[in-house]
């Protein structure tokens, strides 16, 4: 049976590791290969790996990040942040990057995902979709959350989805940072809604919240940043738990 | 060891390469004819399009080489269903090595995703390839059509029905799964690729 994926995630700024806590206040938190190795010794299944430098400088020093991961890493990992263009993502999956994640360049100009997924593959295209939810709904943010855009969430679920992209991974703004537990019903609306798989991000706190989103938010995979690098949750403990919950995981 | 990797018009080919190095192989990256010819083992790696790879091969007469190689072939992922005898995808005719045929996977329920992407685990393997290997293990895999079971089937998976994750015959190995994106399993196949005997 398909395994459920657990997946860490590094926020990178300037070749080091750093974790926001609902996007603002970083923390430093180690070196981004050898945390990477780390995590895929004690048993993740992925890594995500995101640019959060604006520089052109900062571009390089990230390509040069991915090329280490690579020669260094044996499980696949995406890598994210400041993907604008075909060109981009040229550059990231040359340097060794198994999978981009693009965001709010998809959402600007939603061709991206089928210019990704007619040159390099679906399997290549995770679209990350941060969205926050108000009386009038489920809505995407643009820009690590700082802008609205008005997009419904499910409505552009289903056309990233329908573009080809190979991924979902959705965050949901009001739960990332605070370790309450995932969009849980959001989540499981989403799987019904599109037929590619649903990576849960946002609010990771507990070893339950996994479990959770695996059977109530019906998640194909969970991710989770902080809780991983400040050791509050250790991977094999996570994969024990859950698969005394039933739930099938790679150990 | 000289190990040479097929060089095509498929995607993950650093990948194998990293993989390589990390067991302390150099390996050459060609698509020359004699130098593949020459290599102790050859690598058939990929990700992409079956009839578009497939023309690739034929344009520089590689589908010819990749057949007539006496020492250990692996081909891996979409390197595996272009060694079989005909795919599905893009209604294309392949190498021929295995006498199997590509399917397209097809969803049993709303919770079955095409492609399959994700780890899942090999059962009854029968290889040398899985020397050593005692209970199911888990590995990579990233893809949408698949090989059915069939008599040079090596190892097992299930997904939406079982099918061949690996095949094996005379001198020729593959796996649809990602030994190189596999993890420490990953890196006991490929080490066991390495040093078979035949």
């Given at each position: 049976m398909?395994?459920k ?176 537990g ?18 849960a ?31 509050e ?19 | ?24 192989v ?42 007539s ?17 005909h ?63 069939n ?48």
């Amino acid at each position: 049976m398909l395994a459920k994926r657990i997946v860490p995630c590094l926020d990178i700024k300037d070749g080091q590791t750093v974790k926001g806590t609902n996007f603002v206040n970083l923390r430093q938190a180690g070196d981004p290969v050898e945390l990477g190795q780390a995590y895929s010794q004690q048993g993740a299944d992925e890594l995500v790996y995101l640019d959060i430098t604006a520089s052109h400088e900062g571009r390089k020093t990230f390509t040069d990040l991915v090329r280490r991961i690579a020669a260094t890493i044996n499980i696949p990992f995406t890598v994210g942040g400041g993907i604008n263009e075909l060109s981009d993502v040229d550059r990231l999956l040359s340097a060794g990057a198994d999978k981009v994640s693009i965001n709010s360049a998809a959402l600007r100009r939603p061709e991206l995902i089928d210019e990704i997924a007619g040159h390099f593959g679906s399997q290549v295209c995770v679209v990350a979709i941060d969205a926050k939810q108000t009386e009038a709904g489920w809505h995407c943010y643009l820009n690590g959350g700082r802008i609205p855009t008005g997009r419904g969430l499910f409505e552009w679920a289903r056309e990233v989805n329908d573009r080809g992209a190979g991924e979902i991974l959705f965050t949901s703004m009001d739960h990332d940072g605070v370790k309450t537990g995932f969009a849980n019903e959001a989540l499981a609306r989403l799987a019904d809604e599109v037929s590619i798989p649903v990576i849960a991000s946002g609010g990771a706190g507990t070893m339950e919240h996994f479990r959770d989103a695996f059977l109530l938010g019906k998640a194909d995979a969970a991710l989770a940043a902080s809780v991983f690098h400040f050791g509050e949750i250790g991977i094999p403990e996570l994969k024990s738990y859950l698969c005394t919950q039933g739930i099938e995981v790679r150990r | 060891m000289n190990v040479a990797i097929v060089k095509y018009n498929a995607g993950n080919i650093c990948s194998v390469v990293n993989a390589m190095r990390r067991l302390g192989v150099e390996p050459l990256v060609t698509d020359e004819p004699e130098k593949l010819m020459a290599a102790d083992r050859v690598i058939f790696p990929g990700q992409g399009e079956a009839s578009s790879t497939m023309a690739y091969l034929r344009e520089r007469g590689l589908d010819e080489v990749i057949r007539s190689l006496r020492q250990p072939v692996l081909g891996i992922c979409i390197g595996m269903q272009l060694m079989c005898r005909h795919s599905e995808e893009g209604d294309t005719e392949c190498l021929g090595i295995f006498d199997a045929e590509v399917k397209r996977f097809r969803p049993q329920c709303h919770a079955d995703k095409v492609p399959q992407m994700g780890w899942n685990t090999i059962v009854d393997t029968r290889s040398q390839l899985f020397k050593g290997f005692r209970q199911p293990e888990y590995v990579y895999f990233v893809h949408s059509y698949y090989v059915p079971m069939n008599e040079h089937t090596a190892a097992c998976t299930e997904y939406t029905r079982p099918y061949s994750s690996a095949l094996h015959k005379d001198n020729f190995y593959a796996t649809q799964f990602h030994p190189e994106k596999s993890g420490q399993v990953g890196e006991r196949i490929l080490q066991n690729f390495l040093d078979l005997t035949l």
